[in-house]
């Protein structure tokens, strides 16, 4: 039986290995973790604004200002005033956003599925629940 210290060793441990991986693959498309989430953020959720996207982040509107600052230097969103408030202004990813996305997409779900794909479809499901019983929800 393990304790609940290392438990919770094993699950960062997951989630780590989780990080590293992705971050092999995706780092050569000149993304970070931080700018993968919030690239995948616009693709779910756009247009958005930025208090929006800061919020969907749980980070600071500052924050999201420099996150939309360096996608836009990408030329992996762009910004268009808000047809309901002429003040304000909303982001979508261009083409070449969406297309980053979806290789973003892809490499996320290989390796989850090289992670999670020694559990079967029912150990699968009951990991799901039992995160979901401590609270754990998506993102």
Same mark, same amino acid.
């Given at each position: 039986?393990?304790?609940d ?20 693959r ?6 970070? =973790? ?16 930025p208090?929006?996207l800061?919020a969907?982040? %749980?980070?600071? =509107?500052?924050? !999201?200002? %420099?996150?939309? #600052? !360096? ?5 992996w ?6 047809? %309901? &408030?002429?003040? #304000? ?9 969406h !297309?980053? !996305?979806?290789?973003?997409? #892809?490499?996320?779900?290989a ?8 559990? &079967? ?7 799901? &629940? ?8 998506? =993102?």
């Open positions: 039986m393990h304790t210290e290392a438990l919770a060793e094993l699950f960062l441990a997951t989630s780590r290995r989780i990080r590293r991986e992705t971050m092999q995706i780092g050569p498309l000149g993304l970070n =973790p931080h700018l993968s989430r919030a690239l995948r953020i616009i693709d779910d959720n756009a247009p958005l604004r208090s929006q800061a969907l982040l %749980d980070v600071a =509107p500052r924050s !999201a200002s %420099d996150t939309i #600052a !360096a996608l836009t230097a990408s030329g969103i762009t910004r268009s005033v808000d047809p %309901d &408030d002429g003040r #304000a202004y909303r982001i979508e990813l261009t083409e070449s956003g !297309a980053l !996305a979806a290789k973003v997409h #892809a490499t996320r779900t390796v989850t599925t090289e992670v999670f794909g020694v559990l &079967d479809e029912a150990e699968r499901q009951m990991l799901s &629940d039992f995160l979901c019983r401590l609270g754990v929800t998506s =993102p």
